[in-house]
């Protein structure tokens, strides 16, 4: 059973950053893809980032230059680092992992307001 811990959320004003944490139970190197989504309130859950095991990444047009996703491997962890964050990135922010089968993290709030 693959679980997954999301951290590093939080209120952050217009501008700012914030790095995302995802700790994994299992090897990260062995997931196909790990990812994170995020879902506002009133709209659907949307891909914001993701990270293939041969190492590509895709990112959500609205995120492209700002948001990076990242892994390291000894850790079993997936960061995503967001800069230059704007209101309309306010979420909650889910770790996802596809092994087997689709995982998901419980989710970490992000509010970006002055």
């Known amino acids: 059973q693959v679980q997954l811990v999301e951290s590093g959320g939080g209120l952050v004003q217009p501008g700012g950053s914030l790095r995302l944490s995802c700790a994994a139970s299992?090897?990260?190197?062995?997931?196909?893809?790990m990812g994170w989504y995020r879902q506002a309130p009133g709209k659907q859950r949307e891909l914001v980032a993701a990270?293939?095991?041969?190492?590509?990444?895709n990112y959500a047009d609205s995120v492209k230059g700002r948001f990076t996703i990242s892994r390291d491997n000894a850790k079993n962890t997936v960061y995503l680092q967001m800069n230059s964050l704007k209101p309309e990135d306010t979420a909650v922010y889910y770790c996802?992992?596809?092994?087997?089968?689709?995982?998901w993290g419980q989710g970490t709030q992000v509010t970006v307001s002055s």
């Open positions: 996802n992992a596809v092994f087997l089968g689709e995982h």
């Open positions: 299992g090897t990260i190197f062995s997931f196909n893809t």
């Open positions: 990270l293939t095991r041969g190492g590509s990444t």
